[in-house]
């Protein structure tokens, strides 16, 4: 699917534009879809292995960005969460590097405006199919950074994000593209010669688009802003976080490969990395030339952004407080399996994973009769054991914890009230090094005071709250309050009353939210598909944009019309 | 066109269906198109003598909203431009009435987002219906309140702005059904049965909406953000300018009679008239309640409710110093021609109407030879005193200064620089008490310092610069930094090279604005045509939004998935 050095651009497009058609249809039909193999097979034989050993080539060395303005001085950052230092310095990004690259990047916008949507996508589809063919490489990246364990870190990592990636390049394809690029407009004028004007639309990207990316999810969570920033003609600066550079790395290089390849100039992608406690972002954030922002992060960070780069679209992923209302059920162990999951995969570090579970303190009904709010919180505490009895599934599921913060935070658990279930700690024979804790649940109860101060923020790790709340009614407005004051990217519910299932759909569609009801099976809450589910709504203080839509990419770029008199 | 009293929704549907897909062919399209008549006669006879008549016994009474919750108090704020108070009061809005008036609002949400966006476009297409058939009195309401002379007030306030208004109505549906209101999601798992989810996608409104309206163009300007929320299935709470509340109150009065009709709660639309220096658009932006605002006016508070209205997604149309380069011409008499009407139109108080002429030092060349740059300069204002020549025509083109603060401008103006063409007092015999000036022309030396103070910030009303520069070059410098730091709602060039139209377009792209190039006869920069023309590029200081577009639209709901396992 790749393309060989020299290409034209006449030729990306015809490699790419029938997976861009594909990929317009799925957007538009939200059937399932994907081109990027889920399976790590789908790779070769000895891709696995290659794709190790291409890490590890890369550990303990320069990650050289061949013509990219630098300061000249190396940063090493990364840490795997399995222990080791990964080692691989990047060029560090100062004031002066800064001031030297940005007008460079903005050297290259106007060529890349004039290649069009259509190479813009083809050039970005080829971006993402060399991608695609090291997946396993990106695997190991997003393994030790992100401490995911191996298969998730592959398939999350992988091709879901390659998914999001292409799903972003359609979108941005789609948007440049509603209107024609030149008209003729006539206006009639009774029995006088109508006005003729010529117009030219031509969709212009805004300047330099920032990227600041996440430990957790650097490709997930960073290839839908980054697609949808090039895609729609901008520069993109990509500042990852310093404990998980080497996916954007990899991104970045290969980005400007390609551009350097198809003609274009490499430096409309660019790397800046930083030292722990630099802080640059905060600093590009507020450049003039910054004109997109695209951050998934901390609320505080990402309300400052908001607040200051006025002179940015800025698109934030934040923190919210994800929330269950268990009501009823009628496959009760249907229903604790899949909660113990979602709760366990990878440890609890989602964006996605639920936090607060909302129980009335008077019990659900089952399919085998009431369960008090005891022994539901002691029921889904044994699921999520059994899920992880066996260390070696345990290691599969849980992964590593990303960082000391989220340690701290789940040995404070505690103190917040009565564990429901304690976290384990789990040896991994691989990585001895590696933190490996399962998750905890905590029972708190809604009424009393000082419950509120342990569940009413997020709580980012493995965490949760068994939250005893009067009724049903009681939780539907305690999901209302969260959904209005925190925000959320999930909400999931447990009913078998089509009312309640109506009442929590009115509140998600109050305070938007995306809501997932009755999940079972393979199919859960804190997972979404690209070219199918929305992820979060943008309309809640979780985030002020979803991956992916219209509302995502039409702010990257501009119309602008250049009219004349029409010619006689 | 319009429905009668008890319609349901599936007539309204029926009616008006054919013009919401005439409208999406036309956003798609851009050629020319409007289902609304600009010529007075088409309204029937005795429509002009009906609309003033409705307007005289409007004025010197009250203006009632039967069922919006109010505060007791009235207001009258509105003093014709041509000299006579209004005399007519509205409700004025208060904290008391605000904090009662927002839950009812919030309250009529459920069904208008149950009612879908066909039915929500079909009943803001019987709203414009019905604006439509009443355009004559809107015509006098914008006249005196605009001070925009009758048959502009006719045709912008009436089916120009009811053009826009349907153009909004027609990107908020094409936006909202981009994704299916329920799709089944398969996904293979080899030799497992396949997951299976269904996803349901429902378009849900923000919340309540804020309009901000403007003094100068309440209609023109108010009916693309009032549609668009209204469309997309929010709330609109509609805050005119003191100056200019009679074509919104009626606006507000309409969509009430129609929601009610429709079966939908009245107070989705409500009016919040205030005293002058009540200052509540302040207040009202920052209510929780609010998630979106649109606003037309100056740039202080424009940003200022971008920077400090977090909770909701803003739209704002500021204010830029629009600018023409004047390079070269075959068409002298044309070019001047085409100018002084663009600077004439309603004294210049667009703001779309050119400030700075950027002409060369050294003269340009046209098609009878070269013309120094005082030539010029004499030559424009010649042709502005040519069309002005005759009072009756004067008067029919300059309508009236809106207020003080625009004659004060236009007063202080001799004192900028040297005058090209001093501003001269028009009697209007209909109206004495009318305040009508002719456009002034100044002459500024872009090389000496004070000019800059001069020229570089907006001066709104009758009062353009005549900037010399140093070359070509040196005004497309001027006119990049300009679009930078001030921005700007339109631009315009005249060059006999193309590669001087060429450079001009890549300022244009790189700092994105409209360009008009060439403009003669009958066409100007200062005017655009809905479903063809952008207004604004939203691309720099002078908005942060086009009037209209899908990024105008995407922001204002968002789309909730509810996903339940799929039933056998």
């Given at each position: ?55 590890d ?63 813009r ?90 990227l ?14 980054f ?114 999951f ?110 509120e101060?342990?569940?009413q ?7 949760s ?24 990217m ?20 109050d305070?938007?939210?995306q809501?997932s ?19 979060g709504?943008?309309g809640n ?25 029409a010619?006689?």
């Amino acid at each position: 699917m790749t393309t060989g050095i020299g290409t034209t651009t006449a030729q990306l497009v015809d490699t790419h534009r029938p997976t861009l058609d594909r990929a317009l249809e799925a957007i538009a039909g939200r059937e399932f879809w994907t081109p990027h193999p889920e399976h790590p097979k789908a790779y070769g034989e000895g891709a696995a292995e290659q794709g190790k050993a291409a890490f590890d080539a890369l550990c303990g060395s320069r990650f050289e960005l061949p013509g990219q303005p630098v300061s000249g001085e190396w940063v090493a950052t990364e840490v795997s969460p399995y222990g080791p230092e990964l080692g691989i310095s990047y060029p560090r990004m100062d004031e002066g590097a800064v001031d030297a690259l940005l007008p460079v990047m903005r050297g290259g916008l106007p060529a890349w405006r004039k290649a069009g949507a259509e190479v813009r996508a083809a050039v970005c589809l080829e971006i993402l199919a060399r991608i695609s063919a090291r997946t396993p490489e990106f695997a190991q990246a997003v393994m030790h950074t992100s401490g995911q364990a191996f298969m998730m870190a592959f398939q999350a990592g992988g091709p879901h994000a390659q998914d999001r990636g292409m799903e972003a390049v359609a979108y941005a394809y789609a948007e440049q593209v509603r209107t024609p690029a030149r008209v003729s407009w006539e206006k009639p004028q009774g029995k006088r010669d109508p006005l003729r004007v010529t117009k030219e639309f031509t969709p212009a990207g805004r300047g330099v688009a920032l990227l600041i990316g996440c430990n957790t999810f650097p490709t997930w969570n960073g290839f839908p802003g980054f697609f949808a920033s090039l895609a729609t003609g901008n520069a993109v600066l990509v500042k990852p976080h310093p404990r998980a550079v080497l996916p954007l790395a990899l991104t970045v290089r290969i980005a400007r490969e390609v551009l350097a390849e198809a003609g274009f100039d490499a430096d409309l992608v660019a790397l800046a990395a930083e030292a722990e406690g630099d802080g640059i972002a905060k600093d590009l954030a507020v450049r003039p030339e910054i004109r997109v922002i695209d951050y998934t992060g901390g609320s505080a960070f990402g309300e400052w952004l908001e607040s200051h780069a006025r002179q940015a679209r800025v698109h934030t992923e934040k923190a919210g407080v994800n929330t269950v209302v268990i009501d009823s059920t009628d496959d009760y162990q249907g229903m604790l399996a899949n909660l113990a999951f979602s709760l366990s995969l990878y440890s609890g570090q989602m964006c996605t994973t639920p936090q607060n579970l909302l129980i009335p303190a008077a019990g659900i009904t089952t399919e085998s009769g009431p369960r008090g709010y005891d022994e539901v919180v002691a029921d889904l505490a044994a699921a999520v054991d059994k899920l992880l009895g066996d260390d070696a599934r345990a290691n599969a599921l849980l992964g590593a914890l990303v960082n000391e913060q989220v340690r701290a935070r789940l040995e404070a658990a505690p103190s917040l009230g009565e564990v429901a279930l304690a976290s384990r700690t789990v040896q991994n024979p691989e990585f001895p090094d590696a933190t490996v804790r399962t998750p905890a649940i905590v029972k708190l109860d809604a009424t009393e005071p000082e419950s509120e101060g342990a569940y009413q923020d997020e709580c980012f790790g493995p965490v949760s709250f068994a939250v005893a709340v009067g009724s049903t009614e009681d939780a539907l407005e305690l999901l209302r309050n969260t959904l209005r004051s925190k925000g959320a990217m999930t909400v999931a519910g447990y009913t078998t009353s089509s009312e309640v299932a109506r009442q929590l759909e009115e509140v998600c569609f109050d305070e938007p939210a995306q809501l997932s009801l009755n999940l079972t099976g393979g199919v859960y809450v804190n997972q979404t598909a690209a070219f199918s589910d929305f992820h979060g709504s943008g309309g809640n203080p979780a985030a002020n944009c979803t991956l992916c839509d219209g509302d995502f990419v039409s702010g990257r770029f501009r119309v602008v019309e250049v009219r004349r008199m029409a010619e006689d």
